[in-house]
């Protein structure tokens, strides 16, 4: 079992900044992709960022100027920097990673618990 563990939300005002971090541990033998979504009340579930092993990366055109994902390949961990707030980035945001447990596993979707960000006007 794989377990990610999500942390650095809160509460900002509109041109705030947060830093979210995400931790990967338990049973890992590679990762391909680890990401970001966010969930706002009454609207879809959408991916705000993602990174590759190989650094390849993927922003939402909402957020993009804005925040900026990275990660440390050797801790299993990704973080998403978070600049000029708005109202309308208030989600809670989930970790999300593609594991493979084994040299021989297929990538498997592993989810964090999510993280409240609230952007205040």
């Known amino acids: 079992q794989v377990q990610l563990v999500e942390s650095g939300g809160g509460l900002v005002q509109a041109g705030g900044s947060l830093r979210l971090s995400c931790a990967a541990s338990?049973?890992?033998?590679?990762?391909?992709?680890m990401g970001w979504y966010r969930h706002a009340p009454g609207k879809q579930r959408e991916l705000v960022a993602a990174l590759t092993s190989g650094g390849t990366t993927d922003y939402a055109d909402s957020v993009k100027g804005r925040f900026t994902i990275s990660r440390d390949n050797a801790k299993n961990t990704v973080h998403l920097q978070v600049d000029s707030l708005k109202p309308e980035d208030t989600a809670v945001y989930y970790c999300?990673?593609?594991?493979?447990?084994?040299?021989?596993?297929?990538?498997?979707?592993?989810w964090g618990q999510g993280t409240q960000v609230t952007v205040s006007s």
């Open positions: 338990g049973s890992i033998f590679s990762i391909h992709a």
């Open positions: 999300a990673a593609d594991v493979r447990a084994t040299r021989w596993s297929t990538f498997d979707r592993y």
